[in-house]
């Protein structure tokens, strides 16, 4: 099956000429229901109580090298346009674009999962050296504490105070409860 939508900017699109073509209609009927649609919802967004589906005007060279306007519509967008629509083809074709939105959105969450989840040796890896690295700090820091009490005249004082700061931060246990035992 011919694509008929695309992902731009992290966003599902399709455009008007697309529209024109899988409806069987003529380009300028689809700008004029799109412009009509436009109009209304500026109408309806001056009561701010509406969320807008994007249309983006765009232009494109035809067959014989002229410019012209087409829009660029989200699947907000094309549902609107497309939904009066009546005949069998468009009802078989509104089902594709659904399927197609559907099918390019999932795949969008599920590289933006994988983004997130370490499944990726390159990230297992990054997340492992960070693991180290803390343990690295956490080591340093209680050889450091160690280093003091050794020079300490009063040792046993300090390894009174020092202790449940270290244990704690050893074991990720709150200091408070390391205090009360």
């Not at 956490?138 to 020079?151: D, L, N, P």
């Amino acid at each position: 099956m011919q694509e008929i939508v695309q992902i731009e900017n992290n966003e599902v699109m399709t455009t008007s000429r697309q529209i024109a073509e899988v409806f069987g209609k003529r380009h300028t009927d689809v700008l004029e229901t799109i412009r009509k649609k436009i109009e209304k919802i500026n109408e309806l967004e001056e009561s701010g109580d509406i969320r807008s589906p994007k249309f983006v005007e765009t232009t494109y060279i035809n067959s014989q090298n002229k410019e012209h306007v087409e829009y660029k519509l989200n699947k907000d967008a094309v549902v609107l346009v497309v939904m009066n629509y009546q005949t069998k083809e468009a009802l078989k074709f509104q089902l594709k674009y659904i399927d197609q939105f559907n099918f390019m959105e999932e795949q969008m969450k599920q590289q933006a999962q994988l983004f997130f989840d370490p499944q990726t040796l390159e990230q297992q890896i990054k997340l492992e050296e960070l693991a180290i690295s803390r343990m690295r700090a956490e080591t340093a820091k209680s050889g450091e504490a160690r280093r003091w009490i050794k020079m300490s005249d009063d040792k046993e004082r300090i390894t009174k105070a020092v202790a449940p700061k270290v244990i704690s931060k050893l074991l990720n246990v709150p200091e408070q409860l390391l205090l009360e035992f």
